[in-house]
């Protein structure tokens, strides 16, 4: 089979298990008042941050409502894990491909249990407005989305093994991109007679924030090394020989956890009825000076935290080591690593602060052109989808690479 029919396959495989992720959305389950509940958490901000992830599947309740959150929650907290508990970290990095299968079944056994947390959690939050609530309807709400989640985390899996891209990051693409036609729709007024005018600043508008976003998803800074086998050799320095260190490390998830935090004030303040916190509630209303000055806080705060997860500059220090590799004019071992975390540190307050930059062009952007459109599509949003373009695309080019070479030896 040629290059090109393989290729082809791949991506017809990854777009027949999107739709089949996405139909299930749609697919509700029985016994709910859907129209009752859908009027009702229609401004829940909550909500609306969680229809991000699951493609309307929060507002819609079907049975794959989850979609790839638990998935993602998994994952998460495995990573955070890694870094606490050596056993983890020893499989995951000295028992090659087993040690690694191992760590992705515990992933799996923990999205199970994740799935039925919050499946119970939706079930309780809906009771209001179920027709019958009694055991066998919670019985049946969390096996019917529990069931569901493990579906689309069985997809995404397929779809990483034998189609095109990261399935759990596809999934994901896939509902954002599915919300923005109706934010589009809604938010465009046709009787509008500057409509055309709004529309072009529209387009401008966006195509800045592609830019920024790409530059900030591909900004690295590039650290020279030196071997002693270089030095030995030609003695000078190989502008190829490089180590790169990313202007964003952790790519979207300060702001994906900055912008949950951000929501349960909001959420508590619609969920309580004391005064104080009512009161509470209402100094973090979107846009107020605190809640930006908290937001950018988070973004920051996130951003060195989750920094610090990817990258140990001693481990990387330890590996120049082994490698007979270092950088010019600084020794190896501790002052490498010292050397490191300074570059990091900075590398990761200029990123954080672009990406709060970011997360700001969608409300200037809604108050120059009048539109909404972008109050849905936020800064967590377009990262996803700029981040999971740019991989998939650099997967396809890869995969074609690869071929192209076999082809060639052959």
């Known amino acids: 089979m040629s290059t090109n029919n393989i290729l082809i396959k791949k991506i017809t495989l990854t777009i027949l298990f999107l739709s089949i992720a996405r139909l299930g959305i749609f697919i509700p389950i029985p016994g709910i008042d859907h129209d009752a509940f859908y009027n009702a958490i229609g401004n829940n901000t909550l909500v609306n941050f969680l229809n991000i992830f699951s493609g309307g599947g929060f507002s819609t309740i079907g049975i794959f409502a989850l979609g790839i959150v638990p998935y993602i929650n998994a994952s998460l ?148 090394i030196v071997s002693v086998r270089q030095l030995v050799k030609k003695n000078e320095l190989n502008p190829q020989s490089y180590l790169p260190l990313k202007l964003n490390q952790g790519g979207v998830m300060p702001i994906v956890f900055a912008s949950a935090s951000m929501t349960l004030p909001s959420y508590i303040k619609e969920m309580t009825n004391s005064t104080i916190l009512q009161q509470i509630g209402n100094l973090f209303v979107n846009n107020s000076p605190l809640y930006m000055l908290t937001y950018g806080a988070s973004i920051v705060a996130f951003s060195y935290f989750y920094a610090s997860l990817i990258l140990n500059t001693n481990e990387i220090s330890l590996n120049l080591k082994k490698m007979g590799a270092s950088i010019p004019n600084i020794r190896p071992g501790e002052e490498t690593s010292m050397f490191l975390t300074k570059i990091i540190n900075r590398l990761t307050l200029l990123g954080s602060i672009f990406l709060f930059i970011v997360a700001l062009v969608p409300s200037i952007i809604s108050k120059i052109t009048q539109l909404n459109t972008f109050q849905g599509l936020g800064a967590t949003s377009l990262l996803i989808l700029v981040g999971v373009a740019i991989d998939t695309a650099k997967q396809i080019q890869t995969y074609i690479i690869s071929e192209q070479y076999e082809s060639l030896m052959k």
Not at 191 to 199: P, S
């Open 77 to 224: 907290v495995i990573q955070l894990l890694t870094k606490i508990i050596p056993q983890l970290e020893k499989l995951q990095k000295d028992e090659g491909e087993l040690g690694r299968q191992k760590v992705i079944q515990i992933t799996r056994y923990l999205t199970l249990v994740w799935a039925i947390i919050q499946s119970i959690a939706i079930s309780i939050w809906i009771k209001p407005y179920v027709f019958h609530w009694n055991m066998q309807f919670l019985s049946d709400i969390v096996l019917s989305l529990t069931t569901g989640s493990i579906i689309v985390m069985w997809l995404s899996e397929i779809i990483t093994e034998k189609g095109i891209g990261n399935g759990a990051s596809l999934l994901i693409f896939q509902n954002i991109v599915s919300g923005i036609p109706q934010q589009i729709k809604t938010s465009i007024n046709m009787n509008d007679k500057e409509i055309l005018l709004k529309i072009f600043l529209l387009c401008v508008l966006f195509t800045l924030m592609l830019v920024i976003t790409v530059l900030i998803q591909e900004g690295i800074r590039k650290i020279s």
